[in-house]
């Protein structure tokens, strides 16, 4: 079967790193049935011949107004689909999208009329949010990693940066690759307009990691790969602080003062 990404060597490239994501979502147990989703801004590898494909079905409505997301393309994960089954074929799984001048509807182009996530018009503010602040992000990850949800059943570490300070000092590199550190948002329903609003305002503080409590955490970055590291970062750090206390103590974790040594070595953000 023909398909857009043909001879679209770079376009192809972006959905490829989405499908090899997937499989190590699915892989890592982060992706349970058709959990989790992915969107990414692939604007700037859509040449002419793509814009004028005429669309695959009507005009869907996104539900609410995106003035900065006028022309712009997404590959979207489809809504129902699973993980693995992306990985194995991103276009039988995913579409991809154009937003409509009226920056209120978009339209399904490529390659099947699958119908993307139920929680679009939440990626779809927060990419709206990441172009009006000029951020270079084109990639946002929603998944439910095991050790970070587990964390969010303890009450300390829905604290303000509590979960931040621990995670930074179980291992060197969750400082050096999360500077930012992880947002918490309390519980809330999912794909509610509240969480997505309670999203974009931890986004805002400063944060690229947001944990929902008891659900998973909503990542964004540069492209899907680095979105997906921030994650496994994280949750590394927190499987050696689940390893350590399981072997029967409380980690000692690096000291403020070594992690400040490392803030100011690798120039990271304080």
Known sequence: MHSIL????ELKAQIDAVAEVAGYLWMKGWAERNGGNITVNVTEWVDDALRAMPALEEARPIGTVLPKLKGCWFYCKGTGRRMRDLARDPMAN????RILDDCASYEIVADRPVLPTSELPSHLNVHDYLIGKGLPYKASLHTHPIELVALTHGRKWLQKDAATR???SMIPETKAFCPRGL???PYMLPS???LADATLKTLDEGYDVVMWEKHGVFAVDTDIMNAFDQVDVLNKAAQIYIAAKNMGFEPEGMSAEQMQEMTAAFGLPK
């Open 183 to 185: 947002g918490m948002v």
């Open 94 to 97: 995913g579409s991809l999208i």
């Open 166 to 168: 621990m995670l930074w």
């Open 192 to 194: 509610s307009v509240e």
């Open 6 to 9: 043909d001879n679209r060597p």
